[in-house]
């Protein structure tokens, strides 16, 4: 079967930071451990005032075109995914095609553009979608688009105010790809919840605590309908599990909970015994509350093993660096995850090519899905070529008044004119609105 999946990758967080520990945390009466140890979060990207979910989209996928040599005839479709959308017609993928033409002789006329919408994981499905047409041979020798594109803001003082985030990243998908292969078994577990929603408004309405046990219950599904799909799974088959991460504290307790649940029969479990016991069985308990009660004990004796430390350090750690900077990004949450992996892999001289990744993909409503990639040779060339350390690096760091301002600024109900904080330098920027509200953007040289 011909190899599809993903051939470059470009990442674009937004240019202001918000540091979490020193300026938010204060703020909030919190101590900044909450932040730095609980959530995993060091800090937030915002946008300035001059970017919004099209500049941020727009300027991966020019910065992947133009590091890959690639014109607008070379790509046949361009799916944005987004939950931060503003217009309940047109796509977003239209602007940024629309931006894109302003650079390119060439245009997209030939291009079929969507908006792919299920909370964080429609940037997987709109992955999934693009390597269902290039394997249904549907493309014509062109590539796919795949750009997720978020400004995750929530309410002021509200719970999921500390885990916000703005960021794109853009995914170059053909055959025969440079970074990972897809696995053709995916597993799903899907439910109609209302942990996290945005009824016809841009804040969403978060029940906090829940949307974490709702996560944890459809990732457990997944697994086991991936490995009805796939075969039983065993920790020691993938080098890197990136998680959707909203922030990574949730990541660590999804982590744990999908190690107990691979390592049940096998020898590991076996080793395991004689310091913590068997994993209790239901068919061993009179009530579900028992056999629950059992099993938080054994996974609370789990989390102190060596094997698990271990195995968390070298499969899970690797894959939090950029999220615990700049929060999360929603619909690029797992991508990020993925490229945090391959670049730590890439500046360790891990001997990667042909290991295996378990990408766990979660969205509330809720749905959360898993498949393998394939790493293939050509990874560290591609991440190398990334400069989102570099970005990281230079954001303006902003007050909490600056912050105050700057979440007013990209509240749809305001219209706020503020002076942006930083210089546009070699990129698209929002720059008004035209006759019928819309958007209006210019490439700044
Ligand atoms: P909270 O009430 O602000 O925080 O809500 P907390 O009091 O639960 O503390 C957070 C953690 O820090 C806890 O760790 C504390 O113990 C610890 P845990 O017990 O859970 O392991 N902590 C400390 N640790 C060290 N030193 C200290 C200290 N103090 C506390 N001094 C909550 C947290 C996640 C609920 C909130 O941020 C929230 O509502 N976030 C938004 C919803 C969310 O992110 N949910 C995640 C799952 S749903 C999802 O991922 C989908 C999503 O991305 C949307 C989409 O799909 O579109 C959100």
Redesign the pocket.
């Known amino acids: 079967m011909t190899a599809v999946g993903i051939d470059a990758i470009e990442v674009r967080t937004g240019r202001l930071k918000l540091d979490l520990a020193e300026t938010f945390a204060p703020e909030m009466g919190d ?1 900044p ?2 932040y730095t ?3 995993g979060l060091f800090a937030s990207s915002f946008p300035d005032a001059y970017e919004d979910i099209v500049t941020m989209g727009a300027n991966a996928a020019h910065r992947l075109m133009e590091r890959k040599g690639l014109e607008p005839q070379d790509i046949g479709r361009i799916d944005v995914a987004t ?1 931060s959308a503003f217009d309940n017609s047109k796509p977003v993928s239209t602007y940024i095609a629309g931006c894109l033409e302003q650079v390119y002789d060439g245009d997209f006329h030939h291009a079929n553009k969507g908006e792919r919408k299920f ?3 429609s940037g997987t499905q709109s992955l999934d979608d693009a390597v269902n047409w290039i394997l249904a041979g549907r493309n014509r020798g062109r590539g796919a688009l795949v750009i997720a594109t978020d400004t995750a803001l ?1 309410a002021r003082d509200s ?2 105010e ?2 916000q985030g703005a960021g794109a990243v853009a995914m170059y998908i053909t055959e025969d790809p440079s970074m990972v292969e897809l696995s053709t078994e995916q597993g799903y577990g899907s439910a109609d919840e209302t ?2 929603l945005k009824p016809n408004q841009q804040f ?1 309405s ?1 029940d ?2 829940r ?2 046990q ?2 944890l219950a459809r990732m457990r599904e997944a697994l086991t309908d991936f490995e009805r799909a796939a075969g039983d799974t065993h920790p020691d088959d993938y080098a890197f599990i990136p998680f ?1 991460t ?2 990574p ?2 990541v ?2 999804a982590a744990l909970l999908g190690y107990r649940h691979m390592i049940r029969g096998t020898e590991v479990e076996d080793e395991l015994a004689e310091d913590i016991g068997r994993q209790p069985r239901r068919e061993n308990f009179d009530s579900r509350e028992e056999f629950e009660e059992a099993i938080k004990g054994y996974v609370d004796d789990l989390k102190d093993t060596d094997a698990y430390r271990e195995w968390y350090g070298e499969a899970i750690d690797p894959t939090l660096d950029i999220s615990s900077q700049v929060g ?1 990004w ?1 619909t690029g ?1 797992v991508h990020i995850a993925r490229v945090s992996a391959l670049l730590h892999a890439a500046e360790t001289d891990m001997d990667l090519a042909g290991q295996k990744l378990l990408v766990a993909s ?4 809720a749905q959360a899905e898993i498949h393998e990639e394939t790493v293939k040779p050509g990874f560290a060339d591609e991440v190398e070529a990334l400069n989102i350390d570099d970005q990281i690096e230079t954001r303006q760091d902003i007050s909490f008044e600056e912050y105050e301002q700057i979440h007013d600024r990209h509240n749809h109900e305001k219209s706020v004119e503020l002076e942006p904080f930083t210089q546009p330098d070699e990129e698209f920027v929002f720059d008004g609105w035209g006759p019928m509200n819309e958007r209006k953007y210019t490439y700044i040289q």
């Open positions: 101590d451990e909450k140890k609980g959530l939950e909370a964080c994981i929530y719970s999921g500390a885990t942990d996290f969403p978060v906090g605590k949307s974490m709702v996560y959707h909203p922030f504290g949730m660590r307790k999360n929603y949450s979660y969205g509330s409503g």
